[in-house]
Every structure is written in structure tokens, then in C-alpha cells.
């Protein structure tokens, strides 16, 4: 009884922090739409980094990691974990264009991009239309997890269902409250807690263990695992997966507006992958381990709630608030986001209104109550494990890879090659993950592979075939991507 007081208490005052820090930032922060959705375009290298890393670290890495690991093996860290830390590069090389564009245009929401720089409300709807579609049921494995996380805690006497809704008013509240500034300063906070939270996982399990990691364990730690899961196929399919949706899931890409120079994308190039790796190896680890502790769990995704039940109380409590971390920090940052996409793009674009600053804060706050519910409704019956139903959402959010690497390093792209290769990729993807088209025809990739793939064929067919915007291209590349400049003292304008 003493313990589990003691770890109710940890955690409950990790919430209650989180929500003063969003009644803080609702007393402090602008209610414009920059401040609410940007943080004002102000976020230095640490904060920034921080804010990316709880963000991108989600009940996927807490939960869904463990699991992944105990059931197929160590291969997860392989396919997705190496992957995650050397995203960094792409950061840069996309990021930097991004924000560079944003700050000259004046961007909020990441679909404006898409619009603006082909001159298509298609390629916008497109990309706006995916992130709701896709980011929904996202959220809802945050929500799930959070519940099971806490039952941890509070032990079995409670249902599941209350533990949602607790879950889902506590990211409400401080979201509601402080838009992007008590998400910034949350996620930095939650970033901080997920290091070290895992980090004491780790080295206590390992101790609890001690010797008895033994040969039993060698499926799980050699490819491909022993369900066969990580064959080179499933591994290079996740990977591929991995570098394709991470830039494009819309709480990083819009992110990436939010850098106060070109600085801070440097540093987070550097640093990024450490973090990472840092975490995501002993999640993985965690998960094979499980399998000594609990060898025949019904529900992998218990896996580590009942590896945390095995430490002290306060040290249990303090990686449950590292885990609850990753999934609010993740579901935070996807609200804010998907409210931009609605209150900017379809009600600027669609029903041609123009709000006042305040009108489209107030509206923001809506569309975030709105989604909370459906992906509420949706954690109430969950479609599959974590890992399972993140697959498909990662899936939703690369269909238009190509289209964003087109957009920002290829001058020839035309307006019809991007809207037809953004479209066949979206097709072909959602009609493999909706089994309308017949599975033998992705040959064995995940669905998102061969679609990808065959758009990025007939975007550079129909973009040799068509003229490209030349205004437009001459906007982009000799305003905010012109090529270095050398000038009489030999210093060099920024970086293309």
C-alpha cells in the first residue's frame, strides 16, 4: 500500500506540473496564430532538440518498442531505432530549406508548403487530408498506452476506461491552455525525464537480472528474430518506412518552422542521434529481456508496465512519468498540429474566411477538443498492438515523400507531375492498406514501398512531359534558396 501511495504521488505531481506549466504559458504567451502554433518561430538549439525528441518519441518507443522486441526480437532497434538517430541528416537537409521558406513566406502549417511552392490547393488538401486521416489513430495509441501505463501504477482494480479519460484531459488541458509555448516547454521538461528515465530502467533491470541472460535469449537477439519478422526485406522496409515519414509526420515537419536560426539545425545534427540511441537501445533490450520475466504474455504491449513492476517504487514511478512523457509530449504536438492544418487550410482555403488572430486561436482550441474525442472513441477498442497500428499510420504520413523532395531540390518539378505522383502514391498506398488491391503486388514490402516508388516514376515522367511554374521556381530559388553569394570580403551568404 506504502509503495503504491508513493508511486501516485510521483506521478500525480508530474502531472500537476505539467498542467501549471500550461497555465502558465496561457498567462504569457500571444494569441496570435504564430505564437499559438510556432512559439513564435524562437526556439533556440536545446529547446528545439528537445521538443523533437519528446515529440518523435511516442507510446511507440515506451510501449510499443518493448513489445516489439519481446515478440520478434532485437531487430526493432536495427529497423527503426539506427534509422530514428540518423533522421538527423535529413533534418538538416530538409529542415533547413523548410524553415528558410517558412520564415520568407510566412508559413504556419506544413501543407501551405505543398501549396504554395506547386501552386496547387490539391497537393495542400492532399497532405492536410492524410495528416487528419492518419494522425488520429495515432493519437489514440497515445492514449491507450497512458492507460495501461497507469494501471501499472494503480494496479488492476481500476478499468481501463477512466484511465483514458484521465490521460486524454490532462494532454487536453495543458494543449488547450497554452498552444505551442506549454507544449515547447512541456516537451522540453518531458525530453529531460525520458532520458533519464529510461536510462535508470535500464541499468536497474540489467542489476535485477544479473547473470541470467542466457542462450535461451539467442533468437531474439539475432536476425531475423525468431518469428523471422526481421528478415533483410522487413528490415530495409522499416527503414526505408522510417526515412520517408518521420520528416513528413506533421508535429516534426511543422517543427521545423519553428527554429530561431540555421544554427539550431547544425547543433541538432550532432546531438540527435546520442539521444536516441539512448533510448531506444535499452527499450529494445528491455523488451528481449521481458522474455526471461514473463515468457508467455498473452499481450505483448504489458511488457514493460510488468518489467517497471519488478523495480522500487519511486524509481518505477519515475520511468512510469518518463513513459507517460513520450506519449503526451507526441499526442500534444499532433493536436496543436492537426488544429493548424484545419483552422489555416480549410477554413482560409475552403470557405474563403479570413479570422482575426483571436478568432483563430479560439477556433484552434476547438478542432483540438474535436480530435481528442474521435481518437479517444478510437483507444476505447483498440484495432491492434502499438507497433501495429503506428505501422499504419508511419505508412499514411510517407505517401508524399517524393513529392517533398521534388518540391525542395529538383527545379523541374512541374504542378502536374507533383499532384499525379502525389496522388498515385496516396492511391496505391491507402488501397494496400485498405485490401483493395491485391497484396501479391507490393511483393512482400510494406505497402507504402512499391506506392512510393511508382510516384516517384510518374512524378519525373509527367514532370518531363510538362512545364514547371517558372514564377514560382524563381521565387524559391533566388529568395530563400539562392545559392551562396561570395561577396568583397570573401564571406559567404547562408547555404543552399
Known amino acids: 500500500m506504502t509503495d503504491t501511495v508513493l508511486s501516485v504521488g510521483i506521478v500525480g505531481a508530474y502531472l500537476l506540473v505539467l498542467a501549471g506549466i500550461g497555465f502558465w504559458s496561457y498567462r504569457h504567451t500571444g494569441q496570435d496564430p504564430v505564437s499559438y502554433f510556432l512559439a513564435g518561430r524562437g526556439l533556440g538549439s536545446l529547446v528545439l532538440t528537445l521538443t523533437m525528441l519528446a515529440t518523435l518519441l511516442s507510446a511507440f518507443t515506451f510501449i510499443g518498442v518493448p513489445a516489439d522486441g519481446y515478440t520478434h526480437g532485437l531487430g526493432i532497434f536495427l529497423g527503426v531505432g539506427v534509422t530514428d538517430a540518423l533522421i ?30 506547386f501552386g496547387s490547393p490539391v497537393l495542400a488538401s492532399l497532405y492536410s487530408l492524410s495528416a487528419l486521416l492518419f494522425t488520429a489513430p495515432y ?11 497507469l494501471s501499472a501504477v494503480l494496479g488492476d482494480g481500476i478499468p481501463y476506461w477512466p484511465l483514458a479519460v484521465l490521460m486524454a484531459v490532462v494532454i487536453l488541458a495543458y494543449v488547450l491552455l497554452g498552444g505551442s509555448q506549454a507544449v515547447v516547454w512541456t516537451d522540453t521538461l518531458q525530453g529531460l525525464i525520458m532520458l533519464l528515465g529510461m536510462g535508470t530502467a535500464f541499468v536497474m533491470i540489467a542489476s535485477s537480472l544479473g547473470t541470467e541472460a542466457g542462450a535461451e535469449l539467442d533468437p531474439w537477439l539475432r536476425l531475423p528474430g525468431p ?24 508535429q516534426i515537419f511543422q517543427r521545423f518552422y519553428m527554429a530561431k536560426s540555421e544554427q539550431v539545425f547544425k547543433t541538432m545534427m550532432v546531438v540527435w542521434p546520442l539521444l536516441i540511441l539512448l533510448i531506444f537501445f535499452p527499450a529494445a533490450l528491455i523488451g528481449v529481456w521481458g522474455r526471461l520475466v514473463f515468457p508467455s504474455l498473452e499481450q505483448a504491449d504489458q511488457i514493460m508496465p510488468l518489467m517497471l513492476q519488478t523495480l522500487p517504487a519511486g524509481l518505477a514511478a519515475l520511468v512510469i512519468s518518463a513513459a507517460l512523457a513520450a506519449l503526451m509530449s507526441t499526442a500534444d504536438s499532433q493536436l496543436l498540429t492537426t488544429s493548424s492544418l484545419v483552422t489555416r487550410d480549410w477554413v482560409f482555403t475552403y470557405f474563403n474566411r479570413r479570422l482575426s488572430p483571436l478568432q483563430e486561436g479560439r477556433l484552434g482550441r476547438i478542432v483540438v477538443l474535436l480530435i481528442a474525442l ?13 507497433v501495429e497500428i503506428a505501422t499504419w499510420s508511419f505508412q499514411g504520413s510517407a505517401m508524399l515523400f517524393p513529392v517533398l523532395i521534388a518540391g525542395l531540390y529538383w527545379k523541374r518539378t512541374s504542378r502536374a507531375g507533383a499532384v499525379a505522383g502525389g496522388i498515385v502514391s496516396s492511391v496505391l498506398t491507402l488501397g494496400w492498406l485498405a ?62
Do not use: C
Open 374 to 386: 474521435v481518437s479517444f472513441v478510437i483507444a476505447l477498442n483498440p484495432p491492434g498492438v502499438i
Open 435 to 496: 485490401g483493395v488491391l491485391p497484396q501479391e503486388w507490393r511483393l512482400g514490402w510494406l505497402p507504402v514501398i512499391p506506392a512510393v516508388l511508382v510516384g516517384s516514376g510518374v512524378l519525373i515522367g509527367v514532370s518531363l512531359l510538362t512545364q514547371p511554374p517558372a514564377e514560382r521556381v524563381a521565387e524559391y530559388y533566388q529568395g530563400p534558396w539562392a545559392e551562396p553569394t561570395q561577396d568583397q570580403s570573401g564571406s559567404q551568404g547562408h547555404p543552399s
Open 227 to 250: 518469428t523471422g519478422r526481421w528478415s533483410w526485406q522487413g528490415l530495409i522496409s522499416y527503414q526505408l518506412l522510417i526515412f520517408m515519414a518521420v520528416p513528413l509526420f506533421p
Open 139 to 149: 493519437i489514440s495509441i497515445q492514449i491507450i498506452a497512458g492507460a495501461r501505463t
Open 88 to 117: 538527423s541528416v535529413l533534418f538538416f537537409l530538409l529542415g533547413y530549406r523548410l524553415w528558410l521558406a517558412a520564415k520568407h513566406f510566412q508559413f504556419i502549417t506544413p501543407s501551405e508548403f505543398f501549396g504554395h511552392r
